[in-house]
T-cell receptor, first 112, second 109 residues
Framework: SQTIHQWPATLVQPVGSPLSLECTVEGTSNPNLYWYRQAAGRGLQLLFY??????ISSEVPQNLSASRPQDRQFILSSKKLLLSDSGFYLCAWSVRFGNEQFFGPGTRLTVL | QQQVKQSPQSLIVQKGGISIINCAYE??????FPWYQQFPGKGPALLIAIRPDVSEKKEGRFTISFNKSAKQFSLHIMDSQPGDSATYFC????????FGEGTQLTVNP
């Protein structure tokens, strides 16, 4: 069966510090991968998606970036965090773009 | 249009009551409609889904009703329980999956 992992589970970072969040998927090959951000009590904002290694599409211009160095690994990064980057970051995967997505456990990021 | 409009934003129901969450869409190319359930601090989990060739799908206490002509679909939770308290997201997919804004459901004991 397929499993999706995210780490760390929680993170507290100062403004201006770098960020690296990791997501890995097990039990499937060539998944479509997604990064979402969820503000408290709000909906899901799609940040990036990837249909293959090295292929990244950005949905929202911001100081975040994403990379996919391996088939089942998706990384969310920032060189300098802003207060507004605080939120709950979710990674998800799907078999095909447009199919139902399966979400990871999320990373709670607090920028102070 | 890729939007999916979800209502209400929040809902309070008594234990044993029926919870109803509604979603509407514009894009007639949508052909798959999943619902997700998210508990606090957790990722959303796929709850139930429907395709437009049927008007209703039931899984336990959860039922999706689908009205293709009105471009609306809804989630009904029968005999709502405090453990159902969560945020629910509808979604619609054609070439890509689009989420509604979510409904925060509270079931009081």
């Amino acid at each position: 069966s397929q499993t999706i992992h995210q780490w760390p589970a929680t993170l507290v970072q100062p403004v201006g510090s770098p960020l690296s969040l990791e997501c890995t998927v097990e039990g499937t090959s060539n998944p479509n991968l997604y990064w979402y951000r969820q503000a408290a009590g709000r909906g899901l904002q799609l940040l990036f998606y990837s249909v293959g290694i090295g292929q990244i599409s950005s949905e929202v211009p911001q100081n975040l970036s994403a990379s996919r160095p391996q088939d089942r690994q998706f990384i969310l990064s920032s060189k300098k965090l802003l207060l507004s980057d605080s939120g709950f970051y979710l990674c998800a995967w799907s078999v095909r773009f447009g199919n139902e997505q399966f979400f990871g456990p999320g990373t709670r990021l607090t920028v102070l | 249009q890729q939007q999916v409009k979800q209502s209400p934003q929040s809902l309070i129901v008594q234990k044993g009551g029926i919870s109803i969450i509604n979603c509407a869409y514009e894009n007639t190319a949508f052909d798959y409609f999943p619902w997700y359930q998210q508990f606090p601090g957790k990722g959303p989990a796929l709850l139930i889904a429907i395709r437009p060739d049927v008007s209703e799908k039931k899984e336990g206490r959860f039922t999706i009703s689908f009205n293709k002509s009105a471009k609306q679909f809804s989630l009904h939770i029968m005999d709502s329980q405090p453990g159902d308290s969560a945020t629910y997201f509808c979604a619609a997919s054609g070439s890509r999956l689009t989420f509604g804004e979510g409904t925060q459901l509270t079931v009081n004991p």
